[in-house]
């Protein structure tokens, strides 16, 4: 079955860095485009990034563009966001995501906490 594990959270200064993987598994990795989510508490869930199968083309939310970077791995079935200058603003759970087959496959999501 499809399943999708996120890690590398935790808590973080602002300013600082963090990089987030999803490990892949159960379905053709290198055949899907992969999204990464966030949502803080209170608040509805945000698309933060997406990248398309080959990893050629990305998308980001407004509010990271020029400081968080999409990228996958193909060969190693995983999905990576490097996250630089972190805000207090940043903090929430990020989950990674992908659709196949008309249903939304979801990890378990990773907390991320930006604090000093």
């Known amino acids: 079955q499809v399943q999708l594990v996120e890690s590398g959270g935790g808590l973080v200064q602002p300013g600082g860095s963090l990089r987030l993987s999803c490990a892949a598994s159960?379905?053709?990795?290198?055949?899907?485009?992969m999204r990464w989510y966030r949502q803080a508490p209170g608040k509805e869930r945000e698309l933060v990034a997406g990248?398309?199968?080959?990893?050629?083309?990305?998308n980001y939310a407004d509010s990271v563009r020029g400081r968080f970077t999409i990228s996958r791995d193909n060969a190693k079935n995983t999905l990576y966001l490097q996250m630089n200058s972190l805000k207090p603003e940043d903090t929430a759970v990020y989950s990674c995501n992908t659709y196949l087959s008309g249903v939304d496959y979801w990890g378990q999501g990773t907390q991320v906490t930006v604090s000093s």
């Open positions: 990248i398309i199968r080959t990893g050629g083309i990305t």
């Open positions: 159960g379905f053709t990795f290198s055949s899907y485009a």
